[in-house]
């Protein structure tokens, strides 16, 4: 077990552990919404601070995943249009992060709430879409900057910005294919930005690499699963007990 660990169980760590991983795969590859559960825990197992970029490579391994699957799909004209935006929320994250003030205890509850944050926009976004015309955002440079920014800022201080994307892209009406390849693209492309500010932070070093490939197998394993079983599984169903398994990783990190 990593010295780095928050937990002195060895059984419960490699367990937990272990969902993560999956849930990455799962969640990257085509059940939609499972990531989320990998946080809080992520923050759990390890201190809250330094799970961000514990997870990080983790993260990438599913976006490599994934941008191959969808390979063939994706909209590159909308994603340039928040990328740059993006960028200078990551850079600002980074900031924040770098504040000594800010104790171990803050990033442990920031997570937390913006777990919970991320899981009531993705309700209020579920909402939204059961009539498409209900999600009328215009699509002006202001738009793409503020969520660009806004995920740029969740994506490096938590690894949370699913859902703000999610809304960018989904009030330009994407296909169903070219969102999740636009989406896979995105977070693949911020989620490399992000290394050199996680390992200037020390966030990420050979130890937690180790740790990293270590996991690696289990989230391959979590993608193959996620991409067969995804036409399978009631994906409303999944989605609720991910969320409410999240929703109790993060009360569990407030108290």
């Known amino acids: 077990m990593p010295d780095f660990s928050a937990l002195d169980d060895p059984y419960l760590f490699w367990f ?3 969902i993560c991983a999956f849930a990455i795969g799962f969640s990257k590859n085509g059940v939609v919404g499972a990531g989320i559960l990998a946080v809080p825990l992520m923050a759990y197992i390890f201190p809250a601070k330094a799970s961000t970029g514990i997870l990080l490579p983790m993260l990438v391994g599913g976006d490599i995943i994934a941008v191959w699957t969808f390979r063939k799909h994706g909209e590159w004209k909308y994603i ?3 990328l740059p935006w993006a960028l200078i ?3 600002v994250g980074w900031k924040v992060m770098q504040i000594p003030s800010l104790s171990a205890d803050f990033f442990k509850y920031f997570i937390a709430v913006t777990v919970m944050a991320v899981i009531v926009l993705g309700e209020w976004l579920a909402i939204q879409r059961k009539d498409e015309k209900s999600l009328n955002i215009p ?3 202001f738009f793409a900057a503020f969520f660009g920014v806004l995920g740029g800022f969740t994506t490096m201080t938590a690894n949370v910005a699913g859902p703000v994307f999610a809304i960018y892209l989904l009030s330009i009406n994407l296909p169903k294919e070219n969102f999740i390849g636009s989406m896979a693209r995105i977070f693949l492309i911020l989620n490399v930005i992000k290394i050199p500010f996680s390992a200037q ?5 050979y130890d937690t ?3 990293n490939i270590t996991m690696l197998p289990i989230t391959m394993l979590g993608a193959y699963f996620g991409f067969k079983t995804a036409k399978i599984i009631p994906q409303k169903m999944f989605n609720f007990a991910v969320k ?3 929703l109790l990783a993060a009360i ?3 108290f």
């Open 139 to 141: 699509h002006s440079i």
């Open 201 to 205: 932070l020390g966030l990420i070093n």
């Open 209 to 211: 690499l180790i740790f």
């Open 89 to 91: 929320g990551i850079v």
């Open 252 to 254: 569990k990190l407030l």
């Open 16 to 18: 937990l552990s272990g």
């Open 244 to 246: 409410i398994l999240a």
């Open 80 to 82: 340039m249009r928040a």
